[in-house]
């Protein structure tokens, strides 16, 4: 019997991948996620983004609540699109009931969408190159958000969570002036959103961290179902405002501008995300412009006592900051759902990330994560 034995050639024997883990806890994940990267030397082989850190049941949690109760679940999954996740679930219920909302409510319901866009893309204007190193303009991202947070504040009574939506309409009417200190601070913010076209865009070094860096092709798009601003920076263009119209989308289409771009890469993202920015500040103008012509009018419908949706099925979808939301909704003729399935904007868009990091640098791996723009809530539900 022969043993042979090699030694003294060190590393070089094999050539062994290395795995690395980045979270649940990181700097560099928005919120808890965690991704499983197999790199090769400095550059990614593959990925697999690790998800249900936060996962609550919110899907059956919906079963065992009543219509007026499933609005503050639906509103939390994505924290940042709190007013658009109430919308789809009302729209949803509306639908099943055939009920008709009245048009101050509608038009009420697009300004306050629109204004939520804002919020949620003025959050990632200020992450995104906070993330790639640049401070300032978090500040200026944030200084926005305060102005613009304290009219939805004053309308719903709350920050983050407005829960301002009800079946057949909204909770109540506007505060006395409301409009004009709504105009005031969509008009301040109008006037000050060339920051981010000058800061961010115009700076060198930006766009050398962005530019032809986890670039996604539309084919990938279609295959993952990813959709919003995403999407759109590939090419694909479709904006469900434009295409099926909902609230009074239908009325806006002189003012709606769909950004597109073909890039697919970093810097297009980014550049769709501003640009779809602009256009719901410009939305929110033609919103309040409208609610002035309008005569005084109630915002709901009245509603019995115990809510109960007629048996049958239906399915509702809004494009929301992130991208398409849906929601499939089945009833029994019950006051509960007997299911309500939740397709969330982020959960499509994340899993992208096995096609899009491998054969990237580590380096470029937060500029490529933090472009995708998603919340976790969105992913996990």
């Known amino acids: 019997m022969t043993e042979t034995t090699t030694v003294g050639i060190g590393g070089a024997g094999e050539a062994t991948d290395m795995v690395l883990n980045i979270g649940p806890q990181h700097p560099s994940t928005h919120g808890v996620l965690r991704l499983k990267l197999v790199l090769d030397g400095e550059r990614i082989v593959s990925a697999e983004p690790v998800i249900g850190y936060m996962h609550r049941g919110a899907e059956k949690l919906f079963e065992a ?225 409208r609610l002035a012509e309008l005569p005084p009018g109630p915002v709901n419908q009245r509603l019995p006592k115990v809510l109960k949706a007629p048996e049958g099925h239906t399915y509702a979808w809004t494009e929301n900051p992130l991208g398409l939301n849906g929601y499939y909704l089945v009833s029994k003729g019950e006051k509960t759902p007997y299911r309500l399935k939740l397709r969330s904007a982020s959960f499509n868009n994340i899993q992208a990330l096995v096609e899009l990091l491998p054969g990237t640098l580590v380096a470029d791996m937060v500029a490529i994560l933090g472009s995708m723009f998603f919340v976790v809530g969105d992913i996990d539900k």
């Open 65 to 289: 609540r009543d219509y007026r109760q499933i609005i503050m679940l639906a509103n939390r999954h994505d924290w940042l699109s709190a007013f658009s996740n109430e919308l789809g679930v009302v729209l949803a219920v509306e639908r099943m009931l055939g009920m008709e909302v009245p048009e101050r409510a509608v038009w009420l319901r697009t300004l306050l969408a629109e204004l939520n866009r804002v919020l949620n893309h003025l959050m990632f204007l200020g992450s995104y190159p906070l993330e790639l190193g640049g401070i300032t303009p978090i500040f200026h991202a944030f200084r926005e958000r305060e102005d613009l947070q304290a009219v939805l504040e004053e309308v719903s009574g709350g920050r983050v969570h407005f829960m301002f939506n009800r079946v057949g309409g909204l909770k109540e009417d506007l505060p006395a002036g409301w409009t004009g200190r709504a105009r005031a601070a969509v008009e301040a913010c109008v006037s000050r959103m060339d920051v981010f076209d000058n800061l961010v865009l115009g700076n060198e070094i930006f766009r050398g961290r962005t530019r032809d860096v986890g670039r996604l092709d539309a084919r990938t798009v279609h295959a993952y179902g990813v959709s919003g601003p995403i999407a759109r920076a590939s090419g694909v263009d479709f904006d469900l405002r434009r295409d099926e119209p909902y609230l009074a989308y239908g009325e806006l289409q002189d003012v709606l501008k769909v950004a597109v771009r073909e890039d697919g890469d970093c810097l297009a993202r980014f550049e769709v995300l501003l640009a779809q920015t602009h256009t719901s500040l410009d939305l929110a103008l033609a919103c309040l412009d």
